[in-house]
């Protein structure tokens, strides 16, 4: 582990990289010295949990590369900046998390103000996802960011994954591997092979996607639709 306090006495640092060593915790709070690091790399370790408040405090971070560790867990306020009167700062562009295993991840949770994360690219590819909640694509619509997600594992059943799959269509091909008689198909292939039909709550949200208000309750559309995504495969 980085040992505490190691970093106090580096308010000048601006890159910082730590890939390829055998890094296994990184306690919260744990780079506050450093208040003009911009760049920061802990790739190649053997990371399994990123706790909240680890970049506390890194007003100045822009760039985050934690590709390539064992990462199971990731605290929902991990990447929020917080100001001295506890709003949100936040300069982060690039956020790597590839070659993990991060079986969910709710992009509402991890980026809520959306217009505070407008330029970010955020690396989800080569990990264990296998669907993607409703806030999450509500989210991809409202902020226009797509994340990269090639090389998961993805469960391509109509209930599951139809109101993504309408969303990110589109985007580079994304492969999947559930249910077994479609293994190695395209995303592309699901209209064809399945035959998907719209169900109200991807209906729902494509009628979201083309409202030209701002000003529209997201958890209430949630709950309009079923909301509760206990039986949705993560």
């Known amino acids: 582990h980085i040992p505490i306090g190691l970093f106090e006495n ?7 990289d730590l890939s390829g060593n055998l890094i296994a915790t990184i306690f919260p709070k744990t780079f506050n010295g450093c ?3 911009s760049h920061l790399t802990i790739a190649m370790n053997i990371l399994t949990e990123i706790k909240n408040e680890t ?9 985050l ?16 900046c917080y100001n001295e009167d506890d709003s949100i700062v936040c300069n982060l562009r690039y956020i ?7 079986a969910t991840f709710n992009l509402q949770e991890y980026f809520p103000g959306e217009d505070k994360f407008r330029n970010l690219s955020l690396i ?19 902020t226009d960011i797509f994340p990269e997600l090639k090389g998961n594992p993805w469960n391509c059943s109509c209930s599951n994954l139809y109101h993504a799959f309408n969303v990110l269509k589109d985007s580079p091909p994304l ?19 399945i035959h998907c ?22 958890k209430n559309i949630t709950s309009q639709v079923g909301g509760d995504d206990r039986d949705v495969e993560h």
Request: include cysteine; aromatic fraction near 8%.
């Open 10 to 16: 580096l308010g000048n640092l601006e890159f910082l």
């Open 35 to 37: 208040q003009r690091l």
């Open 55 to 63: 970049f506390s405090g890194l007003t100045t971070l822009q760039f």
């Open 65 to 80: 590369n934690l590709s390539n560790n064992e990462l199971t867990k990731v605290g929902t306020d991990a990447f929020k």
């Open 96 to 102: 790597d998390l590839s070659s993990n295993k991060l």
């Open 124 to 142: 989800l590819s080569d990990n264990k996802l296998k669907s993607i909640d409703n806030d999450s694509v509500i989210w991809i619509i409202r």
């Open 175 to 193: 492969f999947c591997e559930y249910p077994r008689v479609i293994q190695g198909e395209s995303w592309t292939a699901l209209e064809d092979v």
């Open 197 to 218: 039909n719209e169900t109200d709550e991807s209906r729902r949200i494509r009628d979201w996607d083309s409202a030209e208000t701002d000003e529209i309750d997201v």
